[in-house]
């Protein structure tokens, strides 16, 4: 963007006002890089040092000063920084090696940076819309600054990945989840807002610290979550036409009403339980590729019955019936078994959609006798619950089981249901495993084993990208199918000879293009498009990516 396009430039003496300006303008800043010709013309000269660089120049001092900070928190501290002082040099330097930068923005260092967000506070970035905006969301909204915003991913913070609810800190998921749709799928930064809908936190300790920064209230209760939320999605709507709703990390019954209430009325969609399914199902589809196993012979075993789970479970049977099983058949090959114990028809607790998976069978609040009696051939852990993929759970399925599929998804890393060295080691070398973040490769008996990341990130920047070129006007469940299918097909016989069940991440924004690519051929086959059909899907997508330069 040209200088002189948002600030007051006077070329007759007042320039040195617009260069202060320039330079505390992250989205314009180009701090040691501005020519002597834009340093005079702009006020510039003496508030520089002499040197006048690259953009190449400066990303190299971003990653050599990275290099010496050892501590990940450390790290993305740093970037958040340099996001507010240089987007560019930010984007650069992240799209530079996203695998590397991935589980310092994101899951798991962003977990820590959400505990500690009060003690790291420095300035504010997103939007905080609380409970006592009621009645004057759209208003507050206008305080943005940019008009063209696309996409808004807003939490409650009501269940922070595995954290549980932390209220106002939990504002560090919506800025990664957006930061990652630039740095996987290259979505141009500029119309990406976080919002942290603050409608108080069940976290007493939180409420307690003097550090916490939210609404020091418990949460409204579910009516006036409920009004708040619409008024919500009505400004978000009417402040910026068009705009995509991604819903992040509320509590897990909130997340599905509101998905349920709004997936046919607005464009929106939820990560947690539509990127979830997607990135799950790639994962099997890939697992089967090298079992040799078909999904309608599999019989999958959820540990967690929540957003996450359901989602899983619904995005499979639909899968399955495409396959040409009826309903209840595909309900059949799967079960959920909750903190309370298996999800079966007897129980009194069960929430609406949580009945639709309840079968006939014997109560049991035992994990290791359901797996033993279930046989499963795929057991997923979104439990939140640490360690809970016990020895004796995964020797129970790996005795009936000849390669188990284990998927120990609940994050960050210290809330997994078992460790990539528990489940080969347990398994003997015969589990073909995946977490939700990124463990690193195993030695077991002289083989070496890949365990896959099964994160929704190769999933949501995808659907990102893509609607922000088709504009459709919805987003439905199938989008989520293309785009599970068309990770799964990544992985080619090179990767699946290595044992891969997710494509490299050495090439994530060429793999998040292709799925983009899959997702609005799909948008522009099913009428969902709003936009002309070009000529060439993908050229015409790869021309509307951001590419971080001055
Ligand atoms: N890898 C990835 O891409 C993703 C991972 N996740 C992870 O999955 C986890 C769950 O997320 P989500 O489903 O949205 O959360 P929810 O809170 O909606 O669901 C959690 C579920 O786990 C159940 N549960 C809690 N404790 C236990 C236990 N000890 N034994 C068995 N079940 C238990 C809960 O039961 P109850 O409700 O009765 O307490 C609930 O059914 C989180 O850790 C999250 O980080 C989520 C999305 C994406
Ligand atoms: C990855 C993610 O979305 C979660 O753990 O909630
Ligand atoms: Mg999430």
Redesign the pocket.
């Known amino acids: 963007m040209a200088a002189n396009t948002v600030t007051n430039a006077q070329p007759d003496g007042h320039n040195h006002e617009v260069g202060v300006a320039l330079l505390h303008d992250p989205v314009q800043n180009k701090g040691t890089a501005y020519t002597r010709e834009e340093r005079r013309e702009w006020g510039l000269e003496g508030l520089l040092p002499h040197a006048v660089e690259t953009l190449d120049r400066q990303v190299e001092r971003v990653l050599d000063h990275l290099a010496r900070v050892k501590d990940d928190l450390d790290q993305y501290s740093y970037l958040m920084d340099l996001e507010a002082r240089n987007e560019t040099v930010f984007y650069k330097a992240i799209m530079s090696d996203p695998k590397r930068f991935i589980p310092i923005l994101y899951d798991p260092t962003v977990a820590d940076a959400c505990e500690a967000f009060g003690n790291l506070y420095r300035r504010p970035r997103g939007m905080y819309i609380t409970r006592h905006m009621k009645g004057r969301i759209a208003e507050v909204l206008r305080n943005w600054p940019e008009k063209d915003v696309r996409f808004v991913c807003v939490s409650t913070g009501g ?1 922070i ?2 954290l549980g609810d932390i209220g106002a800190n939990g504002m560090g998921i919506p800025i990664g989840k957006l930061q990652l749709y630039t740095a996987c799928a290259a979505v141009p930064p500029k119309g990406l807002l976080p919002v942290l809908l603050d409608i108080g936190t069940t976290n007493e300790h939180l409420r307690a610290d003097p550090f916490y920064l939210g609404t020091r209230e418990p949460p409204v209760p579910e009516h006036e979550l409920d009004e708040l939320t619409e008024e919500f999605i009505q400004a978000v709507n009417e402040v910026f036409p068009g705009i995509c709703v991604h819903f992040e990390d509320w ?2 019954t909130d ?1 599905i009403r509101m998905l349920d209430r709004y997936k046919d009325k607005v464009l929106c969609y939820n990560d ?1 339980i539509q990127g ?1 399914a997607a ?1 799950a199902l790639a994962g099997i589809s890939a697992g089967l590729k090298q079992t040799g196993g078909k999904l309608q012979d599999q019989r999958i075993l959820f ?7 359901l989602g899983i479970s619904k995005l499979i049977a639909a899968e399955l019936q495409t396959l040409g099983l009826s309903q209840d058949e595909a309900r059949k090959r799967i079960r959920l ?4 114990g298996l999800i079966e028809s007897s129980r009194t607790d069960l929430t609406e959609t949580q009945k639709l998976w309840a079968q006939d069978e014997a109560p049991s609040k035992n994990f290791v006798e359901v797996v033993d009696r279930f046989k499963p051939t795929v057991l997923i852990g ?4 640490a360690g ?1 993929f016990t020895r004796e759970v995964i020797e129970t399925m790996s005795r009936h089981t000849a390669r188990p599929i284990i998927f120990a ?3 960050p890393t210290h ?1 997994a249901e078992c460790t990539a060295e528990q489940a080969y080691t347990y398994s003997k070398g015969k589990a073909l495993f995946a977490a ?1 973040v990124q463990f690193d490769e195993f030695e077991y008996e002289g083989k070496t084993f890949r365990p896959g990341q ?3 990130f190769y999933i949501y920047p995808a659907i990102g990208l893509a609607t922000y070129a088709a504009r459709p006007r919805l987003l439905n469940d199938e989008c989520f199918i293309v785009a599970a299918h068309a990770t799964a097909d990544q992985i080619g016989p090179s990767l699946q000879a290595k044992g891969m069940l997710f494509p490299s991440q050495d090439q994530i924004v060429e793999t998040e293009i292709t799925t983009a690519t899959r997702i609005v051929e799909y948008m522009f086959e099913s009428g969902l498009a709003t936009v002309e059909r070009p000529v060439e899907i993908r050229s015409w997508i790869e021309s509307l990516l951001y590419n971080p330069t001055y």
């Open positions: 269940r990945l595995g509590k897990g997340a947690d979830t990135v540990l967690g019955a929540g957003s996450a789970g078994f909750d903190v309370n979104v439990s939140t619950k809970a998804l609940s994050n809330k939700g099964a994160n929704n």
